[in-house]
């Protein structure tokens, strides 16, 4: 059974920094494409970055592009946001995200509990 735990939040400034990290145990998820989500209060879930298996793609949301960075270790199967440059509105819970693939017998997306980002005015 995959167990997915993120840390890293905080309370932090504007134009502050933060790294996320998400720690997975029980199945490697190296084989995967995993990412971030985010969901603030009232808010629709917003899938921010995401990065294939080997790392040679990733995709950012017009809303975090040229801020944060994903990155993987998949040799410690971690997965990494570096957050810059933050904003109030990157205010909400993130969640590290593991992309279903039913090959690899995760027929479904799979995420973590998530850590809160608070970004201050």
């Known amino acids: 059974q995959m167990q997915l735990v993120e840390t890293g939040g905080g309370l932090v400034q504007t134009g502050g920094s933060l790294r996320l990290s998400c720690s997975a145990s029980?199945?490697?998820?190296?084989?995967?494409?995993v990412g971030w989500f985010r969901q603030a209060p009232g808010q629709t879930r917003e899938v921010i970055a995401t990065i294939t298996s080997n790392g040679d793609t990733t995709y950012y949301a017009d809303s975090v592009k040229g801020r944060f960075t994903i990155s993987r270790d998949n040799a410690k199967t971690t997965l990494f946001l570096q957050m810059n440059n933050l904003k109030p509105e990157d205010t909400a819970d993130y969640h590290c995200?593991?992309?279903?693939?039913?090959?690899?017998?995760?027929?479904?997306?799979?995420w973590g509990p998530g850590t809160q980002v608070t970004v201050s005015s």
């Open positions: 029980g199945r490697t998820i190296s084989g995967f494409t």
């Open positions: 995200l593991v992309r279903a693939n039913p090959q690899l017998g995760l027929p479904y997306d799979f």
